[in-house]
C-alpha cells in the first residue's frame, strides 16, 4: 500500500529528580528544559490521543531512536527498519525468541541432495493487497536480494545459485556448495509479492518499493510520516496467531531528552535503547518497569587495510592503518572499559572479540592486551609514526546508543598516544551510504548476530569482497581480504557438524582478531523501558515484534475496519 512520508518533528512531558553535588545543577537544567519541552508539545500529544480515537484502535507506542530508512527490505541492514519491516512481511524461514530456527512461510523443509534444498510452503496465505501467496513470490523476493545492485542482504544468502518454483507451494534452493545454514540464512530475506512489485518497479523505478509495502506479515502499513511516526494495524487476514495488540505506533525519536519527558508523561508503552545515563530516572518514573539483558551488538571500530591512498588519512599513501602494528597501538590506546564505565554507566559488557557468549563461534579465549598506553607508543614507534598521525574517524550521532559521546572518547584516548582524530559524527542516513561506498578509513558500527551464528559477521564484513557472489558486501571500507579467513568461513557453511562448524568459526574468530580490521569495544546491554500497561518480554535478537505484546488489563480496544 502507498505510504506517506512527511517531515515533521514530536516530543513529549519531563521526568525530573533530586541529586546532591555538582550534577543537581545540572539535573535542575536538564529538569527546566524537559518542563519547557512539555509545554511546546502538549497539543501534539493530544492529537494524536485523538487519532487513537478517532480509528478505534488503541495503539501500542514504541519509541525508537530513529525511523527506518525504507521499507524495501532489501535495502538496508539496520535494525530500526527491521524491527518494523518484520512486523509486515514475513520470511521463508523465522528464529523464535531464543534465536531457534523455526517455520515461517515454508511450512518444512528437506536437504535433497548436498547442494539442493526443497521448501514446502503453505497454502491460503494472502498478502495485504489480497494476492495469494505462491512458490513464485519467493522465487522472485530470493532473486530480487541476490541480483539488485543496491541490495545489502545478499551476503545473506551468498551460496546461492539457483532458485526455480516446482508448482504452486514447493520450492527448490541450489546451493554453490553444501551449506548447512541455508534455512537459516532465509529468515532474514523478507517476501515481496510478484504481482504488485514487479511491474510498479518496471513502471516506477525500485524507489517505489521504499514506500509501498505489500506483506504477508501480521499487521500492515496504516501510514508513515517520515520522522515523526510509523503506524502499523492489524492484519485480519494473517495466516498464524492474531496479533492481541491491534495497533503499532513506531515513534521515531533522536533526542533522548524528548523520549524522557515523553516516558514521564506516559505517552510510550516501549523505549528502546534507554539512554545509560538516564537508566535511574526511568526507573523512579511511575508506571514503569526497567528491564536489562546482555545484548547480541558489537560495537566496533573498522580499518581501512587495504587502500594505500585512503581518504582518512589526508598525509596518504602510506595508509598508516595497514600496518598491524598501527592497528595494534589503536587497540592498545583505546581504553574501552573506561568508555563502559564512564560513557555507557556499566551498561555494557567490554569486548575483547566479534561475538557474545551464546553465539556460535565464540572463543573463550581470546584477549586483546589493553589497555596499555605504553605498549601503544612503542608500537607507533616501530612502525614509524614516533610523533602519531591525523586521521578522520566517521560514525553515526542517532543510531547507536551514546555513539556521538563514544567517538569523542575514542579520539581523547588516543590522543594520548600520539594520534590526532577528527571526529565526524553525522545522522546515519549521512553516514551508512559514506561509509558503503567506501569512503571511509576509520569508523565506528555496530553489528549483531540476531540468529545466533557468527558466519554472518565473515560473510559480510569480512571475507574477501567477491562482486556478484554474495560475499564481503559490507567490506567496502575496510578492503580486507584473508584466503585463509575466507576458507575458514567457507568451510564452516559446508560444515554440518555443529562442533566441528562451531571450531571453524572461532579459528575465524582469533585470526580476525589477529589481524584487527575490527577492534571490538563492547556489547551493548539492551536496555528497555515497559509501560505497566502492558505485558512484553525482549527478544534475544532484539526484534520488537506486535505478536508479543498484550494488553495487561486484557483490552483490545473497539475494532473499527481501518481502509
Not at 528464529?95 to 515461517?104: E, I, Q, S
Not at 536437504?111 to 498478502?127: A, D, H, N, Y
Not at 576458507?487 to 555443529?498: C, G, K, M, V
Request: net charge positive; aromatic share 8%.
Amino acid at each position: 500500500m502507498p505510504l506517506n512520508p512527511r517531515h515533521d518533528r514530536q516530543s513529549g512531558i519531563s521526568p525530573s529528580a533530586r541529586r546532591k553535588g555538582p550534577v543537581a545543577l545540572r539535573n535542575r537544567l536538564t529538569l527546566l528544559f524537559f518542563i519547557l519541552a512539555a509545554g511546546t508539545v502538549g497539543g501534539a500529544l493530544a492529537c494524536v490521543k485523538s487519532r487513537d480515537a478517532a480509528l478505534g484502535e488503541r495503539a501500542a507506542r514504541i519509541s525508537q531512536g530513529s525511523d527506518l530508512l525504507s521499507f524495501d527490505p532489501y535495502f538496508k541492514l539496520e535494525s530500526p527498519s527491521f524491527n518494523i519491516q518484520r512486523n509486515v512481511f514475513d520470511a521463508l524461514t523465522d528464529v523464535d525468541a531464543n534465536m531457534k530456527l523455526a517455520p515461517g512461510l515454508a511450512e518444512r523443509w528437506e536437504l535433497k541432495s548436498p547442494t539442493v534444498w526443497e521448501f514446502t510452503l503453505r497454502r491460503g496465505v494472502t498478502f495485504h493487497g489480497g494476492q495469494p501467496f505462491s512458490a513464485d513470490d519467493a522465487v522472485y523476493s530470493i532473486r530480487r536480494a541476490m541480483d539488485w545492485k543496491l541490495s545489502r542482504v545478499k551476503s545473506e544468502i551468498p551460496t546461492v545459485r539457483r532458485v526455480e518454483a516446482l508448482g504452486g507451494s514447493l520450492l527448490r534452493v541450489e546451493t554453490t556448495m553444501p551449506d548447512a545454514i541455508l534455512p537459516l540464512r532465509l529468515a532474514s530475506i523478507l517476501i515481496l509479492n510478484r504481482a504488485s512489485c514487479e511491474p510498479a518497479v518496471r513502471q516506477y523505478g525500485d524507489d517505489w518499493l521504499a514506500t509501498h509495502a505489500n506483506g504477508t506479515g501480521p499487521y500492515r502499513v496504516l501510514d508513515w510520516r517520515k520522522d515523526v511516526r510509523c503506524e502499523l494495524i492489524a492484519n485480519d487476514r494473517f495466516w498464524g496467531r492474531k496479533p492481541t495488540v491491534r495497533r503499532l505506533d513506531f515513534i521515531p525519536t533522536s533526542s533522548d531528552a524528548t523520549r524522557l519527558t515523553a516516558l514521564h508523561g506516559g505517552d510510550i508503552d516501549l523505549m528502546i535503547n534507554v539512554p545509560p545515563a538516564f537508566v535511574d530516572y526511568a526507573a523512579r518514573v511511575g508506571g514503569y518497569r526497567i528491564l536489562k539483558r546482555p545484548g547480541l551488538r558489537l560495537i566496533y571500530l573498522g580499518l581501512d587495510v587495504g587502500r594505500d591512498k585512503t581518504p582518512g588519512v589526508a598525509a596518504s599513501p602510506p595508509n598508516p592503518l595497514k600496518d598491524l602494528r598501527v592497528r595494534r597501538a589503536i587497540a592498545a590506546a583505546v581504553d574501552n572499559r573506561l568508555i563502559v564505565e564512564k560513557i555507557m554507566r556499566g551498561n555494557a559488557v567490554p569486548a575483547d572479540q566479534l561475538f557474545p557468549p551464546g553465539v556460535i563461534g565464540y572463543d573463550p579465549s581470546i584477549e586483546l592486551e589493553r589497555p596499555n598506553l605504553e605498549l601503544a607508543k612503542k608500537l607507533l614507534n616501530e612502525a614509524g609514526y614516533p610523533g602519531g598521525f591525523t586521521v578522520c574517524l566517521d560514525g553515526t550521532n542517532d543510531r547507536y546508543v551514546n555513539d556521538a559521546a563514544i567517538l569523542q572518547a575514542v579520539a581523547s584516548l588516543l590522543a594520548r598516544a600520539g594520534i590526532a582524530v577528527q571526529v565526524n559524527a553525522q545522522p546515519k542516513a549521512s553516514f551508512f551510504p559514506l561509509e558503503e561506498r567506501g569512503g571511509c578509513s576509520f569508523f565506528m558500527l555496530g553489528w549483531a548476530d540476531t540468529n545466533g551464528d557468527g558466519a554472518g559477521t565473515f560473510d559480510h564484513l569480512l571475507h574477501t569482497a567477491a562482486p556478484g557472489g554474495g560475499y564481503g558486501e559490507s567490506n567496502t571500507s575496510t578492503q580486507y581480504s584473508n584466503p585463509e579467513l575466507d576458507r575458514l568461513d567457507e568451510a564452516a557453511s559446508r560444515e554440518f557438524d555443529p562442533v566441528k562448524r562451531n571450531a571453524l568459526l572461532q579459528a575465524a574468530n582469533r585470526l580476525a582478531m589477529h589481524d584487527l580490521v575490527h577492534i571490538p569495544l563492547h556489547f551493548q546491554m539492551d536496555l528497555y523501558a515497559v509501560s505497566n500497561r502492558i505485558q512484553w518480554s525482549p527478544r534475544r535478537d532484539t526484534e520488537v515484534r506486535g505478536l508479543d505484546l498484550k494488553w495487561a488489563d486484557g483490552e483490545k480496544g473497539e475494532v473499527r475496519r481501518v481502509k
